[in-house]
Each structure stands twice: as C-alpha cells, then as structure tokens.
C-alpha cells in the first residue's frame, strides 16, 4: 500500500509568529449641530467629541444654556446589592463617562475628562488622565486587598467547618 503526500499547494504555512489582530475600526466622524443660546438668541455650533453617544435632540430643538450643553461616552452599567438602608438593594457601582462640555466656564471641563460613579449617584467628576490614573491605582490596591481577604475568608471557613 503506498502513502499518498498532500500536494505542496495544499499544505498550509506554519507561521512563525502569531498574526496580529486587526485594528478596530475608526469611530464615526464626530457629530456637529446647532442651538440657540437661551442667554444671548444667538445661535451656536458644537462639534461632539467623537463617540459621543448624548442625545442632543432637545437642545438643538430648543434655546438651551450653553452650561447644559455636554457631550458623553456612556458606560455599561454593572449592579451590585448594596445594603445601605437594611434591605439589599442593587445599585450601579464603578461605572465611569467621558465628558466635554465645550462651553464650561471651566476650561478643565471643556477638556475631554472622565467621571466615575463609584456607587449610584455618588461621582469622583472631573478626572484628568492623571487623576484617573490615581483612582485606578486605588482601586487596584483596594482589589488587591479583597483578593487577600477572600483568601482568608476561605481559610477562617476550612477552619469553622473543621470544627462543627
């Protein structure tokens, strides 16, 4: 019985490296609209930042203050059951938005800057990469932290379990 070889055309390449994954696509280009200053009836252009995922529908509809124009990247939201008033209760925690809003009378806000909820309704606002930098190094430290204390939960539970 002889052995049949695959044709050479039909043998795949072993490549030597792995291939590196495709870039993600570009965001859509940023949106641009129009509102009437309700202070001045003139009227004003805005440029989102791009991903900006707000709906601007009623400010373009109606004069708006330029201080409640804002552009935002939203975030998922994630629940956990926080027992603040005796009764679980299942609030958002450390959910984060990239803000601008381009007519602040703050110049740092009218930069692309970060907000992050740390529990429903309760924000650090304002963050600059270098301060979220500084909250992400807390937070790594508290989770740090919790890792070890989930160690010595499992261990205070062998021992409880050992001795029933």
């Known amino acids: 019985m002889?052995?049949?070889?695959?044709?050479p055309a039909l043998v795949s390449p072993v490549l030597s490296?792995?291939?590196p994954p495709q870039p993600p696509a570009p965001a859509p280009a940023p949106r641009s609209w129009s509102f009437v200053d309700s202070r001045t009836g003139?009227?004003?252009e805005v440029t989102c930042m791009r991903g900006c995922d707000a709906d601007h529908g009623l400010?373009?509809?109606a004069p708006s203050d330029p201080s409640d124009i804002w552009c935002q990247v939203d975030s998922e939201s994630v629940c956990l059951p926080i027992n603040s008033n005796g009764t679980p209760e299942n609030m958002r925690v450390l959910s984060a938005t990239l803000n601008m809003l381009p007519f602040s009378d703050s110049i740092a806000l009218r930069a692309?800057?970060?907000s992050v909820e740390v529990v429903q309704d309760?924000?650090?606002?304002g963050l600059d990469p270098d301060g979220l930098a500084t909250v992400i190094g807390t937070l790594r430290g508290r989770l740090?932290?919790?890792e070890q204390m989930h160690g010595r939960l499992e261990a205070?539970?062998?021992e409880w379990r050992a001795g029933r």
């Open 17 to 19: 490296a792995p291939v």
């Open 2 to 7: 002889a052995i049949v070889q695959p044709s």
């Open 156 to 158: 205070a539970r062998v």
């Open 59 to 61: 400010d373009a509809s």
């Open 112 to 114: 692309p800057h970060v």
């Open 144 to 146: 740090e932290h919790l």
């Open 42 to 44: 003139v009227r004003r």
């Open 122 to 125: 309760e924000w650090i606002e």
